[in-house]
């Protein structure tokens, strides 16, 4: 086994680091097979053992065409007659034939046709999820990408005769090497994905998706579905307030997302109208009338097996990337598909909305009509509200019924909405929902039951709001003065509900990275790149402003960010001096004019006694400064003398130096300029 120096070691296993990574993130965010990707992993970590051991695998390499046959085969049977997935089909091809190449002898081309093959697992996977750790897995494949490149390169060198390069240096500083490189590709690509203009494809792709997420919220609700939902604590929503009007609070806004209008047999259905899609120009679609709206959500919905969209108040512009919006005209709205994944888009609405007279569909007895089979209901809801006065007023006196021994409880709910009104009076929000609207029916107001969320956690780290499953509710809509008016008879629970969710601080910091994840990588839009744009133009302008005006006193927060940018700059204005300089000393007095430049280790030595001023003339050799370096240092001629000999053979000779050679020069030159630096300082 051929001995390597610890930096080219350390690329060595880089590379099959690389390699295997991609192997990894095929595993984990994709739906390959499982024995197939087994099969690889264990090939290559018996190539890795042959690969060190330099075993010929003669025999080996006369197999492989036969078993690349054996797997396309397969890969074809799959399709035909297994799977009949033609992407399935294609990774068992890839991964046969990767594990062929991870068993025989690979040269550096064979390398860098394994490094392309994981590029493309890179991609695969990229392409297979959404999460927040994928994120660390690309930092830790630009990582190994840098080491495998090195190794490649490496493998040439030697393959073409030529040396392999100044890897004499301890493995520790290959790998701050490699760090670096991990950290710069992957701020590169970070700026790329920021600065190029996003093309809105994602809609596309995600049709070829498969939503697995959040449920509820079907074209019926029952008495127990919407507390069946509240026992899940996942998350459903989060939800940025750009502009909320004041006296509004994000815990007190209602997220409706459903909206029902027949009662049948203790069930709540849709009306049955058919969805028709809204006016719309670009990605703005216009499902209110010309009520001004007052407030601003951007909401981000997690996957979902349904296909709602859900609102705050009374939306009048919803902003996204996807088409059609669909709407029944009752206040239903949703996508043509019936799931989705990760939805992020902006609505805009407004509290109170205007009054308007019902007309159109809205004349018609849906939100009126009263169930068969419940005339004692009917005869309860005049007793309570009677006859005289307004539809405020007898909406009033409703509410205030519930106020007298109702009680929200989760043990011991009431089996019927006639239990529940007349003798239990115990129930989940879902009685209270359909209580109220039947007894607004018998009173001759119009009435239907919404269901979405109510309020949730505030996370006061992004300043925004978490809507969880638990906090699903229903409640009621009714047709007072001329508007939609929300109504919500169930008690409040405050802190003592059993579905409240308390996020620890810690908690919080994990949930706004992966909201900032979400809305910046996975949802990152045009939209926000021009607002990003236009935002920094109007904070140059205010800042050029207050300092035109005021000074430096009146600059305020734009000067402590300006102070920011300007640290995070200074390292790579000063990374750029040191090359300018180098590049300065390296053409004035480096070398000779019209020879290349010096390699490694003698550079090193002249830049070191550059330092200590030891240079008399500009253009003077290596040779002459050393030669006078050591005249007072008898103890150091034998050094001089053999380093000046691998200078001449490295410099002037017919071959390059080997490794063992290179390596003793770097040596040597460390151990000159050390010693002459103290000599000079004592």
């Not at 750790?133 to 005769?161: I, K, P």
């Not at 127990?224 to 007190?252: M, Y």
């Not at 216009?286 to 609102?311: K, M, N, R």
């Not at 419940?374 to 007793?383: F, G, I, N, Q």
Request: include cysteine; aromatic fraction near 10%; charged fraction near 20%.
């Amino acid at each position: 086994m051929t001995r390597r120096l610890p930096a080219r070691e350390f690329l060595w296993w880089s590379l099959r680091g690389h390699w295997a990574l991609a192997l990894a993130l095929l595993a984990l965010f994709t739906d390959a097979a499982w024995w197939a990707l087994l099969l690889a992993a264990c090939a290559l970590a018996a190539g890795a053992a042959m690969d060190r051991a330099e075993t010929p695998r003669v025999t080996l390499s006369r197999l492989g065409s036969p078993i690349v046959a054996l797997f396309l085969a397969a890969a074809a049977a799959d399709f035909l007659f297994g799977s009949r997935d033609l992407l399935a089909s294609l990774s068992l091809l890839v991964l046969g034939v990767q594990s062929v190449m991870f068993l025989l002898p690979k040269g550096s081309r064979d390398g860098w046709q394994l490094c392309a093959v994981a590029l493309l697992e890179f991609l695969a996977a990229a392409s297979g999820t959404d999460t927040l750790v994928f994120a660390l897995f690309s930092f830790l494949f630009f990582v190994a990408s840098a080491g495998a490149l090195g190794a490649l390169s490496d493998q040439e060198a030697d393959e073409a005769g030529r040396p392999p390069g100044g890897y004499a240096v301890p493995a520790r500083s290959a790998a701050m090497v490699l760090l670096a490189a991990g950290v710069g590709g992957f701020l590169a690509s970070a700026l790329l994905f920021a600065v190029i203009p996003r093309l809105e494809f994602r809609q596309v792709l995600n049709r070829f998706g498969r939503a697995q997420g959040v449920v509820g919220f079907s074209e019926t609700i029952s008495l127990r579905e919407v507390t069946g939902i509240k026992s899940d604590r996942r998350v459903a929503a989060r939800v940025e307030f750009p502009e909320l009007r004041p006296g509004l609070l994000p815990a007190n806004l209602y997220l409706r997302g459903a909206v029902y209008t027949r009662y049948e047999d203790g069930v709540w259905r849709h009306s049955g109208a058919t969805s028709l899609p809204v006016q719309r120009a670009g990605i703005v679609h216009i499902v209110g009338d010309a009520a001004v709206p007052d407030s601003t959500a951007d909401i981000t919905l997690e996957a979902a097996d349904h296909p709602v969209l859900f609102t705050y108040g009374y939306p009048t512009l919803i902003e996204g990337p996807f088409a059609p919006v669909l709407s029944d005209g009752e206040g239903n709205l949703s996508l043509p598909r019936p799931s989705h994944t990760t939805l992020r888009y902006r609505v805009r609405f407004t509290a109170d909305p205007p009054r308007r007279t019902r007309i159109g569909r809205l004349t018609g007895a849906e939100d009126l009509t009263f169930p068969e089979g419940y005339e004692d209901v009917r005869v309860l809801a005049r007793r309570i509200a009677d006859d005289a006065g307004t539809d405020r007023e007898r909406v009033d006196r409703i509410m205030r019924f519930f106020l007298s021994g109702f009680r929200y409880t989760l043990s011991d709910p009431a089996s019927s909405i006639r239990e529940f009104l007349f003798r239990k009076r115990a129930g989940y929000c879902e009685h209270f929902a359909a209580g109220l609207a039947l007894l607004l029916r018998g009173a001759g107001v119009p009435s239907r039951v919404a269901a979405g969320y109510l309020g949730g956690e505030w996370n006061g780290v992004g300043k925004y709001l978490i809507v969880r499953q638990s906090d699903a509710h229903a409640w009621v809509e009714a047709w007072i003065d001329g508007r939609w008016v929300t109504l919500d008879a169930t008690p409040p629970s405050g802190d003592s509900s059993p579905f409240r969710t308390r996020t620890g601080t810690i908690g919080l910091y994990a949930d706004w990275l992966r909201q900032r994840w979400d809305k910046y990588v996975i949802n990152y839009s045009m939209r926000m790149q021009v607002d990003a744009v236009r935002e920094g133009v109007r904070a140059v302008r205010r800042t050029g402003t207050a300092f035109r005006f005021r000074g430096w006193a009146g600059i305020g927060g734009a000067a402590l960010r300006a102070a920011g940018w300007s640290l995070l700059a200074a390292p790579a204005l000063y990374l750029l001096y040191r090359l300018q300089r180098k590049r300065r000393n390296n053409a004035g007095k480096g070398f000779p004019f019209g020879l290349p430049p010096l390699p490694g280790p003698y550079a090193r030595l002249v830049r070191r006694l550059d330092r200590i001023r030891l240079r008399r003339l500009p253009g003077e050799t290596l040779e002459e400064t050393l030669t006078a370096a050591v005249r007072s240092r008898p103890d150091l001629s034998a050094d001089a003398t053999r380093f000046l000999g691998l200078y001449h053979r490295d410099r002037f000779g017919p071959t390059p130096l080997p490794p063992e050679a290179r390596e003793e020069a770097f040596r040597l030159a460390n151990r000159l300029g050390r010693r002459i630096s103290d000599a000079r300082t004592t």
